[in-house]
């Protein structure tokens, strides 16, 4: 399951055209990269990418289409966007992502607003899109999910970022029975290790100083292109490239998590210690309904593994409440692992009966009201835990990525390899004169619930 990136994320290119184009982004950070990619596109089109939809005369709103919430966020967003055509310079409103993937023609036949759409696998045809609807010929490019990104290394990414994301693999060929996500994005394919490195060296050319590495399932990269799982060789070789000084892994799933990968994390500088590893439950039981791999007692033996060989690292998981058949026993079961195993950070997901998955047949439904409970007891229960792991930096040094000004508050915020970028905490830093973009070593003096504060040594 991913979790949300807060916000929109917008892009601004300085460029005389005839026509602005405005990208808007929602759902999980992998849409990002997919409008990183059509935003380089458009300005090698000769348009202009502006950061205002007002401003636009093609706005596409890049779309979620996995749960519920996201769904509606994504048609009201549509809708919003609709709006421009009467009270702004809106010419043609396409819809890019998971939804039209997932409801083409729905969304066609229902929202007459919109003047084209584009699935997941076809975004890279989005100049051509833009100009077919621009002549009024509402084009539809929904086919085949499997987009290969293996030549895609050119990105366009949003000025002022240093931090940013690189899918080492798309698609999922796991099989959970809460999970739409084979069905939009296709079965898993990893990248070669080449075109991976080529694409950190865009990144580095253009500012970036972290590449978060994301794909459905990371652990199980490089078995259908090599024959064996190779995610510590190509940590190894990401960093070597230049001006990269942070790789942070996400979804590495436990149950192709090697004692390779364990060592390439403890021995490997630029590896930050932070490992998001989605378990979406404790108890096998459920588990087992969720048709996850693995168990619990694999999970704390791994867990042990890990922080045996890497003591300081930051540990962050998902976990979904709700699931069909959840007892009040399995919840409290779950409540106690979370104490136990002590997570530096947590995702809470509430379960949503997706049409079309294996678990929306399921009996024993849990009830809304129920659900919503386990999740605000879960997070307290993490408030705890975080408050308290975060205690043990006060009085050390830690290296910061300086990304911002809060001239309010007069300091600088930025991240500790602890900590990733928009859903984990900041460090509110004091003392620093340099530019942004810099890492820096910070002393920490204070610590929150989730953030950090300190002083530049």
Request: proline content about 3%.
């Amino acid at each position: 399951m991913d979790r949300f990136v807060r916000g929109r994320r917008k892009y601004t290119v300085e460029k005389t055209a005839a026509e602005k184009v405005a990208i808007i982004t929602l759902g999980c950070e992998k849409n990002l990269v997919d409008s990183d990619i059509m935003s380089q596109l458009i300005d090698e089109r000769g348009y202009v990418l502006v950061e205002d939809p007002q401003e636009a005369d093609v706005v596409i709103v890049n779309t979620c289409g996995f749960i519920d919430a996201a769904k509606e966020e994504s048609v009201n967003t549509i809708l919003d966007v609709a709006d421009l055509k009467e009270s702004g310079n809106l010419k043609s409103l396409i819809v890019a992502g998971c939804l039209t993937q997932r409801y083409k023609e729905v969304l066609m036949n229902e929202m007459p607003e919109i003047d084209g759409i584009v699935g997941t696998g076809d975004f890279d045809k989005i100049t051509r899109i833009i100009e077919e609807s621009l002549e009024g010929k509402k084009p539809v490019f929904v086919g085949n999910p499997a987009f290969s990104y293996e030549n895609a290394a050119r990105r366009k990414v949003e000025a002022g970022t240093y931090s940013a994301y690189l899918k080492i693999a798309e698609g999922c060929d796991n099989k959970c029975t809460f999970c739409i996500i084979p069905q939009l994005r296709g079965a898993f394919r990893s990248r070669t290790i080449e075109s991976v490195v080529a694409e950190a060296k865009e990144l580095a050319a253009q500012g970036i100083k972290e590449v978060n590495l994301i794909a459905q399932d990371s652990t199980n990269y490089g078995f259908d292109l090599y024959g064996e799982r190779v995610l510590h060789k190509l940590l190894r070789e990401v960093s070597e490239v230049e001006g990269i000084e942070w790789i942070r892994l996400h979804y590495a799933y436990p149950g192709y998590f090697t004692d390779e990968l364990i060592e390439e994390f403890a021995s490997n500088p630029k590896v930050c210690k932070y490992i998001d590893m989605p378990l979406q439950h404790s108890e096998d039981a459920v588990l087992k309904r969720m048709l996850r791999p693995g168990r619990q007692r694999d999970i704390r033996e791994l867990v042990g593994k890990i922080r045996t060989a890497v003591p300081d690292v930051a540990l962050r998981t998902s976990i979904i409440v709700g699931f069909p058949g959840e007892t009040e026993e399995e919840f409290t079961n779950l409540k106690t692992f979370l104490q136990d195993i002590q997570f530096d950070r947590l995702g809470v997901f509430t379960y949503s009966q997706e049409e079309g998955t294996a678990a929306a047949r399921l009996a024993d439904q849990v009830p809304a009201d129920i659900i919503e409970r386990r999740a605000n007891e879960l997070m307290e229960v993490q408030r705890e835990i975080a408050a308290e792991r975060n205690g043990r930096f006060v009085g050390k040094t830690v290296p910061v990525l300086i990304e911002s000004y809060d001239g309010k508050n007069d300091v600088y915020v930025g991240r500790s390899q602890f900590d990733a970028s928009e859903i984990d905490g900041e460090v509110f830093v004091t003392g620093y004169t340099g530019e942004l973009g810099q890492i820096v070593a910070v002393r920490i003096t204070h610590s929150y619930d989730f953030d950090l504060a300190g002083e530049v040594v």
